[in-house]
């Protein structure tokens, strides 16, 4: 019953943030605001107490997140292979924030493993990766941490943590707006430093001491084809953190072939009509949502291209570098538990000597 409920809660959770996806397309102009209602508030998230690197006890709804900006991920600080990449890869998108991070953006890394990461553990931790203020590190009950995980749509179940380590997709957000976005810890930096700076703010922000809000388009700046892709794919496709309204894009570039792919996002509307066969399987697959002809030039269709390509090589670097620090731990791990044995047997054969 509680698996049932737990994997309720997670789709529940999952069509919320397709939902989100679409409207981030439509809003342009006028500023987000959360439906009358909208379930996605007090009543939802889990006033739960958890206690920083500092000590201090805070409740997750009304201290962390209510009428804030948030980033959030799990992690634990004895985590060898995933976590370090993690948080070193936020670290960066920290750095590209600014000094917006604690005014009017908070980041947050909440442990999985609470009985280990003690608020002094955690202090340590920050100070290893120089975590800057603005971003807190928590730790509290285990039960309510898997509440919460659940909650935020980020617990895949016991059974694939267990074969596949955590999950390393995080949640981004605006509590007053209702807007909540699924991503990847892996994002580029800079990307995902503008989703929450500017997405989340519907692309204003707070300027000098005020409540003025002025455009902000030009403070984190993007490649051509980052800021392609950021302006005309993003609301529905990702590179490397799963399929959205569309197509997970990683490594689409490598197997597809590159002539359909170039057609593909100059005339999908042609292709359709046209009964194109792998569109066609995309349109079904995707349950009838329309990929738009968004108007590209010769020249944008290939610098979009060229960007994905060369994030999805990033990503599967950085991908490569974590499992083999996990194979180099488990190697490790395996070594020491022999050696272990090898003491042990060595002292039994002793005392039946004896």
């Not at 935020?152 to 997709?169: I, N, P």
């Not at 700046?221 to 529905?236: A, N, T, V």
């Amino acid at each position: 019953m509680k698996n049932s409920s737990t994997a309720t809660t997670g789709k529940t959770m999952t069509a919320f943030l397709l939902f989100t996806a679409i409207m981030l397309s439509l809003w342009a102009e006028v500023a987000a605001a959360a439906p009358a209602g909208s379930p996605w508030g007090a009543n939802y998230f889990p006033n739960i107490t958890l206690t920083n690197q500092d000590g201090k006890k805070l409740r997750f709804y009304d201290d962390l997140i209510k009428d804030k900006v948030v980033a959030i991920n799990f992690m634990y600080a004895t985590c060898h292979d995933s976590c370090p990449l993690e948080t070193a890869k936020l670290r960066q998108v920290q750095d590209v924030l600014g000094d917006r991070v604690g005014k009017d953006i908070f980041m947050y890394s909440i442990t999985i493993t609470p009985e280990a990461d003690t608020p002094e553990t955690l202090k340590d931790y920050m100070e290893k990766y120089k975590v800057k203020p603005g971003w807190q590190f928590l730790t509290g009950n285990k039960d309510d941490i898997l509440l919460l995980r659940t909650k935020l749509g980020l617990y895949d179940g016991e059974e694939t943590e267990k074969s596949q380590g955590h999950t390393m997709s995080m949640i981004v957000g605006n509590e007053s707006t209702g807007q909540w976005i699924k991503r990847s810890s892996f994002d580029n930096p800079k990307v995902l430093a503008r989703v929450i700076g500017e997405v989340l703010f519907n692309y204003k922000t707070r300027v000098g001491q005020n409540n003025n809000y002025a455009d902000v388009s030009q403070v984190i700046k993007l490649d051509p084809g980052e800021d392609l892709f950021f302006r005309r794919c993003l609301s529905c496709h990702t590179v490397g953190a799963g399929d959205a309204l569309g197509p997970d894009l990683l490594n689409v570039v490598a197997n597809r072939d590159r002539t359909w792919l170039h057609n593909w996002l100059k005339n999908p509307d042609q292709m359709l009509a046209a009964k194109d066969p792998i569109a066609t399987a995309l349109f079904e697959k995707f349950k009838g949502v329309i990929m738009p002809n968004l108007r590209l030039t010769d020249g944008e269709v290939e610098t979009l291209l060229g960007y994905i390509d060369t994030e999805s090589r990033r990503i599967e670097k950085m991908r490569l570098a974590s499992l083999e620090s996990m194979t180099q731990q488990t190697g490790q791990d395996e070594h020491a538990q022999h050696s272990e044995h090898q003491q042990q047997g060595g002292h039994d054969m002793h005392e039946h000597h004896h």
